[in-house]
């Protein structure tokens, strides 16, 4: 997976840009607040049609304009295009080979990438709505119709608030239809649960492995990391889909005044989460803060890996900003691992060693310039 060029107009600080990546290591130099990350930021819209750094389409729109574009060339096995079109006031229209796209799932999937941002440095520390964003991102590239599960789940999830928010003044409507909203949250739950499961057994085995050869440079290497799925039904296992619905099911029989109390579902995958451990201890409680980075870098390169296994082939690195994050031994294994990888990086350091074989893009005020080297 390889992304060719992008294009901007009038998109957050830049008028108009059109840049080239190689296939190797690229780097978007410059100071803070020029405008390296919003380029990283068009790449990911390509991957997943969200911004990584936005709530609404609206904030993606240079001041003063009334509209945006972002253009992505990429080649799987073969050349591709995905384009993304703002207007204030209206949705945006998005196209994938000059096709337009009614459904976000037919075009996730098509484009991969892995972010690693200073953000990601908190998927061990972080709340549980860190490690579930992380699993759906991860998921939702190799899975497409798990996307089309986790929208379906959202909807009938705020149907059924709505009707616990409102069912002590309306006690008729909440009692003849919650059993239609149970059926369905606990069905898309059942589907949700097992393929998050199976994400996290991949990532576990991926992530001992690249945690070991990481900690041998601090002859620490008897720590082995483990993961372990918490789904809010406390199941053993998430591989039997009936099993799955009907304990969902129970649960919301038992417990029904609750959660009309609540007046929120107290149960389902929104409350889902990841255990990470080092040894037999929670990394969150007892690991350090050297050691739990460790974690987090290690869990998106196993992210990398299972792509490259699902796929036959690397997703596009993109690192925001993460070396200055990292001290120099983990560092250094994030620059061994991604040789061979496209890596698409923002940096506000002028020196490195990376930079030697990398092509540099100069970024100053959302203009983007490639760096001539001398012969």
Known sequence: M?????????????????VEFTDGVNVLLGSNAQGKTNLLEAVYLACTSKSFRASNDSQLIKF????????VDFTDTRKQN???????????????????VTKISDMIGRFKCVLFCPEHLSLIKGAPSVR??????AISQLRPMYVVSLQKYERILKERNTLLKNALDDRATYDNTIEFWNEQLCHEAAIISRMRESYIKQAEAYMAECFFEMSKRTGR??????LKYLGSSKQESYEDLQVTRDNYMRLLHERPEREIFAGTSLYGVHRDDVEICL??????????????????LCLKLAEGEIVKKDSGEYPVFLLDDVLSELDDGRRKYLIDEIKGKQVIMTSCETESELYKNAHV???????????????
Do not use: H
Request: glycine share 6%; net charge positive; aromatic share 10%.
């Open 279 to 296: 040894g037999d201890k929670s990394a969150r409680d007892f690991a350090s803060q050297g050691q739990q980075r460790s974690l987090a």
């Open 2 to 18: 390889i992304c060719n060029k992008v294009e901007i107009r009038n998109f957050r600080n830049s008028e108009f840009a059109e």
């Open 64 to 71: 003063g304009s009334d509209g945006a574009f972002v253009s």
């Open 221 to 226: 290497e008897n720590e082995i990391p483990t």
């Open 82 to 100: 995905i384009t993304f079109r703002y207007q204030l006031g209206k949705r945006r229209q998005i196209e994938l080979n000059k096709n337009k």
């Open 361 to 375: 893009i100069n970024v100053k005020d959302g203009v983007y310039t490639v760096e001539v080297k001398s012969k």
């Open 132 to 137: 579930r964003d992380f699993l759906d991102f």
